[in-house]
């Protein structure tokens, strides 16, 4: 069983930076490809960024919304994916989940679908 436990949210002001962190457990981590998504109150979840599994270059993709400040990143020997943030803003404010691929040897997806595996959720709040 795949077990995923982030850790690293909290409160900032406007302009601010936070690193998330998930670490895996239960499978060979560097196979797969992991997400990072988001929840505000009242919305619905929606994708944050993907890393591809470790054989395919750690390709990126990420939210129009996050890109240029936001930074996905993986270090296989602490079966760990991190997600840099950067100028964080009001908008940013949600529970962030980190997710695993269904399977193997995957490029990073935008679907929540494709992500068989979900840590419990870290608050992320950006206020003044």
């Known amino acids: 069983q795949v077990q995923l436990v982030e850790s690293g949210g909290g409160l900032v002001l406007p302009g601010g930076s936070l690193r998330l962190s998930c670490a895996a457990s239960?499978?060979?981590?560097?196979?797969?490809?992991m997400g990072w998504f988001r929840q505000a109150p009242g919305m619905e979840r929606e994708f944050v960024a993907a890393?591809?599994?470790?054989?395919?270059?750690?390709?990126?993709k990420y939210a129009d919304s996050v890109k240029g400040r936001f930074t996905i990143s993986r270090d296989n020997a602490k079966n760990t994916v991190y997600l840099q943030m950067n100028s964080l803003n009001t908008e940013d404010t949600a529970v962030y989940y980190c997710?695993?691929?269904?399977?193997?040897?995957?490029?990073?997806?935008?679907?929540?679908?494709?992500?068989?595996?979900w840590g419990q959720g870290t608050q992320v709040t950006v206020s003044s």
């Open positions: 890393i591809s599994w470790s054989g395919a270059g750690g390709g990126t």
């Open positions: 997710a695993a691929h269904r399977s193997p040897y995957s490029s990073g997806s935008s679907y929540s679908n494709m992500y068989g595996y």
């Open positions: 239960g499978r060979t981590f560097s196979n797969y490809a």
